[in-house]
C-alpha cells in the first residue's frame, strides 16, 4: 500500500469488477445481492455476550477487581485506553464477563452516533471484562469473519438497522441484545469476506496514519500555545512586560434572543467542533415543538462558552459569516476592540486558560457544576500589544491551518472507504476470489 497525502494505491490482488442487478443476483429483503450470498441473522452466527452491570452492590470476600471496558472506551472503528477503571466481579462469575481475542465490542448506544459503534477486541488489557453497555460479539469463524462483521455493523446497512429498531428519546437511542441478535447481515463466503477485509484494512491503514499524523500537529500546537501564550518564549523583535486584564476588559454580554423560526439557523458548541449547525436530524425530530422556544444569538466573532463544560474546553469563536442561535444555556461574549480576535480566541482555549478555568468552578453536585458568567469576566489574562498578538497569533493560525489540512484528507480518506464498504459489503463491487 502506498500512501501520498489524500491518495492511496490499492494492491493489484484487490482489484474489484464492476456488477449490476440482474443476472447473477437476486432480491432480498435488504436488497439485491449476489446469487451465491446469503442474508442471515447476527445470532446465527455469532454469540452475544452482555456485560456486567456497574451499580450492582457487591460486597463480601469471593470478588476479584478487574479492569472493564466502559462505553467512553469504545469508539467508532478503534479504542480509546486512556482511562481503565476498575470493577469488583464476582469469582464464580469472572469467565462469563471476560473479554476474548477477536471480540467484536458494539455499544448498546447514547447519542444516535453511537448506536452499535465498535471495534474488535486484541488483548489490549490482560484479564479484562467488560460494561453492560458494551456487547461483546464472539463469532463462529467458520460462518463469518470479526473484521467484516465489524466493517458491517459499522456501515450504512448496520447503522440504518440500528436506528430504526432502537428506543430512542431527546438526541438518545439504544438497542438491547435481543434486537442486536436479529441484525440481518448480508453474508459472503469466508474466502470473499477475507479479500473484502484486505480491501478495507487498506483503507484503515491509510485513515490511522492520518490520525497520527493530526495527533503530533495537535501535540506541536499545544506546546506553541504554552511557549507563546504564556510570554515563555518571545518572539523575535518584541520586548516588555505583558499587561494583566480581566475578563470584562475584553468582553461584555451579549444577550440578544431569536425565535427558531427556520429563519436564523440553530448550532451547538462542542469541544471538538467548537461553534457548529446542529444536525438535521436532530433539528427535524427534536425542534418541531420548539418553534417559539427564544434562543441566544451569536455573531460573527462572538465567543461562546458552555459553563458546565468549560473545564473540558467548551469555549469556542463563532467564525462564521451570519449570525446563528445557540440554546440559552450557553453564555455568548461580544469581544471589545482593541486586540487581535485571533490572538483572543487562542487565548480563552489555550490548555494553561482551561486549567485556571477549573479553579473557577462552582455548586456541590457534579450536574450543576459550572463556571459563572460573573467568574468568567473576573478571570486575569496576560495581553501582548496588539502588534505582538497578532505576530503570535499567525504562527498559531498556520499551525491551525496545516491541522485543518490533513483533518480534510483524513474526511476524504473516511468518505472513499464509506462508499467502498458500501459497494463491497452488498455485492455491488465483487472481489477476486
Known amino acids: 500500500m502506498q500512501i501520498t497525502n489524500n491518495q492511496i494505491t490499492i494492491p493489484a490482488t484487490t482489484q474489484t469488477s464492476e456488477a449490476e442487478e440482474g443476472p447473477g443476483y437476486k432480491k432480498t429483503k435488504i436488497g439485491w445481492i449476489p446469487e451465491e450470498w446469503s442474508v442471515t441473522k447476527l445470532k446465527d452466527v455469532a454469540t452475544i455476550q452482555t456485560g456486567i452491570q456497574k451499580g450492582a ?10 479492569p472493564y471496558l466502559r462505553v467512553a472506551n ?8 486512556t482511562t481503565i477503571k476498575t470493577i469488583k466481579v464476582p469469582s464464580d462469575k469472572v469467565s462469563r464477563y471476560l473479554l476474548q481475542n477477536n471480540d467484536v465490542l458494539m455499544t448498546e448506544g447514547g447519542d444516535f452516533d453511537k448506536l452499535g459503534r465498535g471495534t474488535i477486541w486484541k488483548n489490549e488489557i490482560p484479564n479484562c471484562v467488560h460494561q453492560n453497555h458494551v456487547f461483546a460479539v464472539r463469532c463462529n469463524k467458520s460462518l463469518i469473519h470479526p ?3 465489524s466493517s458491517y455493523s459499522s456501515s450504512s446497512k448496520g447503522k440504518d438497522y440500528f436506528v430504526r429498531c432502537s428506543k430512542q428519546t431527546t ?3 439504544s438497542i438491547n441484545s435481543s434486537q442486536l441478535k436479529e441484525l440481518p447481515i448480508i453474508l459472503p463466503s469466508i474466502s470473499e469476506q477475507l479479500k473484502i477485509v484486505k480491501i478495507i484494512s487498506t483503507w484503515d491503514k491509510a485513515i490511522e496514519h492520518r490520525q497520527n499524523l493530526i495527533l503530533q500537529l495537535k501535540q506541536r500546537k499545544k506546546g506553541l500555545m504554552q511557549e507563546l501564550l504564556t510570554g515563555k518564549t518571545r518572539l523575535k523583535g518584541y520586548s ?4 494583566k486584564v480581566k475578563g470584562a476588559d475584553l468582553f461584555t454580554s451579549r444577550n440578544e434572543k431569536g425565535i427558531n423560526n427556520g429563519e436564523i439557523p440553530l448550532y451547538s458548541l462542542t469541544i471538538e467542533d467548537g461553534v457548529t449547525p446542529k444536525s438535521d436530524r436532530y433539528i427535524r425530530e427534536f425542534l ?9 444569538v451569536i455573531r460573527p466573532d462572538d465567543i461562546a462558552f458552555n459553563p458546565a463544560n468549560l473545564r473540558w474546553g467548551a469555549i469556542a469563536r463563532h467564525k462564521g459569516l451570519y449570525p446563528v442561535l445557540l440554546s440559552p444555556i450557553y453564555e455568548v461574549l461580544k469581544t471589545k476592540k482593541g486586540n487581535d480576535i485571533d490572538f483572543i480566541t487562542c487565548l480563552v482555549s489555550s490548555p494553561r486558560q482551561i486549567a485556571i478555568y477549573c479553579t ?4 456541590s453536585l457534579v450536574e450543576r457544576m459550572a463556571v459563572k458568567l460573573d467568574a468568567f469576566l473576573s478571570c486575569q489574562f496576560k495581553m501582548p500589544p496588539k502588534e505582538e498578538q497578532t505576530a503570535i497569533a499567525q504562527i498559531l493560525t498556520a499551525a491551525d491551518n496545516e491541522i485543518k489540512k490533513q483533518q480534510n484528507y483524513l474526511a476524504q480518506l473516511q468518505a472513499q472507504k464509506k462508499g467502498l464498504m458500501q459497494q463491497l459489503l452488498t455485492g455491488q463491487k465483487r472481489v477476486k476470489v
Open 240 to 243: 516588555g512586560e505583558w499587561k
Open 288 to 296: 418541531v415543538k420548539d418553534v417559539n422556544k427564544k434562543y441566544k
Open 360 to 363: 473557577l468552578i462552582e455548586g
Open 57 to 66: 452492590s457487591r460486597t463480601g470476600n469471593n470478588f476479584v477487581e478487574l
Open 147 to 149: 473484521y467484516y462483521l
Open 171 to 173: 438526541n438518545l437511542a
Open 74 to 81: 469504545v469508539q467508532d472503528g478503534h479504542l480509546d485506553l
